[in-house]
């Protein structure tokens, strides 16, 4: 199915370019001046005179480019001239908690009141909250159904609604949720959507609940941050944690590394601290007050590495993180894109660094063909130099009597043992 919206390509900004001129009110303005937000990103310069006038949009840019500010500013404003309440849904706590804190420093001294509404909290707080009618509620889609379930908040004056991160909203099961959502939210609303790719899923998303969006892209959907450099080192499973150990010793700043499951997480941060590292983890299976007292105290430098699964590959905006390591390539090759977007943002450098096992060439090649480039290979010293193998077809071990994959037989079938699990 083609894309019909109409498309607007960003080019880069000049350094002179600013906030003024983009239809923002006075006051705004001076707030921005006083955060020290002088340049807009490409989204935002982008986006936000188009969100001003109401009309629904969607945003595609990669991580770090400031999305945040590309609907906040526009939805601030719009709500203190059209009375009504503002919606923001997010796939993660981390990054709910991020937004309201965004949103927090643009309206604090214009009296906006927010509700951060996720799961892991206090719902009696949540609903209290609630009760004091918020001018924009900041929530995951799974607490905002319970509560809309208990007939404990009311959407019926949502009149901006946001959906950051949809394709991850999607990609991790939201799809039910989300429906439910925007079934009961007025259909006299804007909505503008932002995701750092464009799944078919999006498409149809869009095409259902927007009135005519205005697709603005500032990078092709699966670009990679601009100013990360980027390494892919092939080893054997085996030696993956004595190469982790070398480049923890390399490298000197704060470093981010991903595991594909939260088992492994909690097994590197295990192996890391009997090593001397101050280490913590982040996943599903840790409660919201210890994931929060982890990404503090990674921000802090209590922590030197927080090992995460990608449920944190979008919900971490920790500013000057040196080195994204992909302990374990991501299971969707679109998760590698969030995944080294945790570094380089802002326009600041960063260094991200794959381990690959030798059977793994099939998911490089994913990676490699969605970021339209090559990964450099490395050497390191006193690891043998190990080739990609060619891919094999699982198919091929795994048929039936008639030549077909049995059910639950192939690899991240439904019904296999060892299909993924997310963090």
């Given at each position: 199915?083609?894309?019909?919206f109409?498309?607007?390509?960003?080019?880069i900004?000049h350094?002179?370019?600013?906030f003024?001129?983009l239809g923002?009110?006075?006051?705004?303005?001076?707030?921005l001046?006083?955060?020290?937000?002088?340049?807009?990103?490409?989204?935002?310069?982008?986006?936000i005179?188009?969100a001003?006038?109401?009309k629904?949009?969607?945003?595609?840019?990669?991580?770090g480019?400031?999305?945040?500010?590309a609907f906040?500013?526009?939805?601030i404003q719009?709500?203190?001239?059209?009375?009504?309440?503002g919606?923001?849904l997010l796939p993660?706590?981390?990054?709910?908690?991020?937004?309201?804190?965004?949103?927090?420093?643009?309206?604090?001294s214009?009296g906006?009141?927010?509700?951060?509404?996720?799961g892991?909290a206090?719902?009696?707080q949540?609903?209290?909250?609630?009760?004091?009618?918020p001018?924009v509620?900041?929530?995951?889609?799974?607490?905002l159904?319970?509560?809309?379930?208990?007939r404990a908040?009311?959407?019926?004056p949502?009149n901006?609604?946001?959906?950051d991160?949809?394709?991850?909203m999607?990609?991790?099961?939201?799809a039910?949720?989300l429906g439910?959502?925007l079934?009961?939210?007025?259909?006299?609303?804007q909505t503008?959507?932002?995701s750092a790719t464009m799944?078919?899923?999006?498409?149809?998303?869009?095409t259902?609940?927007?009135?005519?969006?205005?697709?603005?892209?500032?990078?092709?959907?699966?670009?990679?941050?601009e100013?990360?450099?980027?390494e892919?080192?092939?080893?054997?499973k085996?030696d993956?944690m004595?190469?982790?150990?070398k480049?923890?010793y390399?490298?000197?700043?704060?470093?981010?590394?991903?595991s594909?499951?939260k088992y492994?997480?909690?097994?590197?941060?295990?192996?890391?601290?009997?090593?001397?590292h101050?280490?913590?983890?982040?996943?599903s299976?840790?409660?919201?007050?210890q994931?929060r007292e982890?990404?503090?105290?990674?921000?802090?430098?209590r922590?030197?590495?927080l090992?995460?699964?990608?449920?944190?590959?979008?919900?971490?905006d920790?500013?000057?993180?040196?080195?994204v390591?992909?302990f374990d390539?991501?299971d969707a090759?679109?998760?590698?894109?969030?995944?080294i977007?945790?570094?380089?943002?802002?326009?600041?450098?960063?260094?991200?660094?794959?381990f690959?096992?030798?059977?793994?060439?099939?998911?490089?090649?994913?990676?490699?063909?969605?970021?339209r480039?090559?990964?450099?290979?490395?050497k390191?010293?006193?690891?043998s130099d190990?080739p990609?193998e060619?891919?094999?077809?699982?198919?091929r071990?795994?048929?039936?009597f008639?030549g077909?994959p049995?059910y639950g037989?192939v690899?991240?079938s439904r019904?296999?043992f060892?299909?993924?699990?997310?963090?």
């Open positions: 199915m083609g894309f019909l109409p498309e607007i390509m960003t080019p900004l350094k002179e370019e600013s003024d001129g923002i009110a006075p006051k705004l303005l001076e707030i001046d006083a955060l020290r937000f002088t340049a807009p990103t490409p989204i935002q310069y982008k986006s005179p188009v001003i006038e109401g629904d949009i969607i945003g595609i840019a990669q991580t480019t400031g999305k945040t500010l906040g500013i526009p939805m719009r709500l203190a001239i059209k009375k009504g309440m919606l923001v993660t706590r981390e990054l709910a908690e991020q937004v309201n804190t965004e949103l927090h420093k643009i309206g604090k214009l906006l009141r927010t509700a951060l509404v996720i892991g206090s719902m009696w949540q609903k209290k909250m609630l009760k004091t009618m001018h509620i900041i929530s995951t889609p799974g607490r159904v319970d509560l809309l379930q208990q908040v009311n959407l019926s949502v901006v609604l946001v959906l991160e949809a394709d991850r999607l990609d991790i099961g939201f039910p949720q439910q959502i079934k009961v939210l007025p259909t006299e609303r503008m959507l932002f799944p078919h899923e999006i498409v149809a998303l869009a259902k609940y927007m009135k005519l969006p205005l697709r603005i892209e500032v990078a092709p959907a699966g670009t990679a941050a100013k990360v450099e980027q892919l080192i092939v080893i054997h085996s993956k004595r190469l982790l150990e480049l923890l390399d490298y000197h700043g704060s470093v981010l590394v991903f594909r499951t492994g997480a909690k097994r590197i941060t295990a192996d890391l601290r009997k090593i001397g101050k280490a913590a983890e982040i996943h299976n840790r409660s919201l007050a994931r982890a990404l503090e105290g990674f921000k802090t430098g922590y030197r590495v090992v995460a699964t990608d449920i944190a590959a979008r919900g971490i920790v500013k000057g993180i040196e080195l390591i992909n390539l991501p090759s679109s998760d590698y894109v969030h995944r977007g945790r570094t380089g943002r802002a326009g600041h450098t960063g260094r991200a660094i794959s690959a096992t030798p059977d793994q060439r099939g998911d490089v090649q994913s990676i490699e063909r969605l970021l480039m090559t990964l450099p290979k490395s390191i010293p006193g690891f190990i990609l060619a891919p094999r077809s699982v198919y071990s795994a048929r039936g008639r077909r049995r037989s690899p991240g019904g296999h060892m299909s993924r699990r997310r963090g």
